[in-house]
């Protein structure tokens, strides 16, 4: 299976940390975007080369997790699978974004999105049953 994470840079630590779980279940980390850091101040060239392979990486991926707080570049991601009906996961520590109220999003509530609230290990733990013991939900839930 392979991943990709999206979220914003200040969330490092548990991206990092989601990915090492996957990585331990066998699965695909198909670009870790922390690596590089900050992309502040470097040259349209590195912008585009950065962007390229973050836009490359989501294509690659079985499924789109989305890590709160997500940045501005999250949302183009997220946009990426939707469009390519890829599975996605978006999670949050609590279920703040997950009402119906100005704190959500249209495409949270799409049939290929699911929602996630708890801990990192456990949304590790919900990815491999889901995923690996399970029909996609993106085709399974669309009718």
């Known amino acids: ?29 198909t670009f870790d975007w922390t690596v590089h850091g900050s992309i502040k101040g470097t040259s349209g060239e590195a912008l585009r080369k950065i962007g390229q392979r ?9 499924v789109l997790i989305v890590l709160t707080p ?5 949302h183009v ?3 990426i699978a939707i469009a390519m009906q890829k599975n996605i996961y978006i999670h949050h520590e609590d279920d ?7 704190n959500t999003s249209v495409f949270y509530w799409l049939p290929n999105v699911r ?5 990192i290990e ?13 029909k996609p939900f993106a085709l399974t839930q669309q009718r």
Not at 1 to 28: C, D, T
Not at 70 to 74: I, N, S
Not at 115 to 119: D, E, L, T
């Open 1 to 29: 299976m392979r991943f990709y994470i999206a979220s914003k840079l200040n969330n490092y630590a548990n991206v990092r940390r989601l990915a090492a779980l996957l990585k331990q279940f066998g699965w695909e980390h």
């Open 70 to 74: 997500q940045g501005g570049g999250t």
């Open 122 to 134: 456990a949304l590790a733990e919900e990815l491999q049953t889901d995923l690996l013991h399970r």
């Open 54 to 62: 973050e836009c490359d990486a989501v294509k690659m991926a079985d």
């Open 96 to 102: 703040r974004f997950f009402h119906c109220d100005n």
């Open 115 to 119: 929602r996630f609230v708890g801990s």
């Open 77 to 79: 991601e997220l946009g």
